[in-house]
């Protein structure tokens, strides 16, 4: 999996960068079975200054579709996984609609 990290208007902490790390490695294993070089993943997040408000906007780009999230919180952390809940969510329900599985599924 490509990815694309941007961080605007603040230096991410030791332990912001960890997460985002292991959020990114947690969403490999439910990337569909793909090449890996054909998923692209963009993170980038903006601090408000004024407010102490965090902007994170995530997309990911697989073969047929592209799925995108953006979260606002005061919170980083909270606020990016949020942003890779979200976007794990989407990635599960682009492989059922890839595997027909919906079709089978009963009543």
């Given amino acids: 999996m490509r990815r694309n990290l941007e ?10 960068r960890e997460l985002v790390e292991e959020l990114i ?7 569909p079975n793909s090449p ?23 997309t990911c780009d697989v ?6 999230v953006q ?5 980083a952390e909270e606020a990016i996984r949020e942003a890779f809940t979200e976007i794990e969510r989407q990635l599960e329900k682009h492989k059922e ?5 919906s079709l089978y599924k009963r009543p």
Wanted: aromatic share 8%.
């Fill in 25 to 31: 490695a947690r969403l490999d294993r439910h990337a």
């Fill in 36 to 58: 890996a070089d054909t998923i692209l993943l963009r993170l980038f997040v903006n601090e408000n200054a004024a407010r102490k408000l965090y902007h994170v906007s995530l």
């Fill in 63 to 68: 073969p047929g579709r592209m799925l995108a």
């Fill in 97 to 101: 609609t890839l595997s027909h599985s």
């Fill in 71 to 75: 979260e606002e919180r005061h919170d």
């Fill in 7 to 16: 961080f605007k208007n603040f230096s991410p902490s030791h332990r912001l």
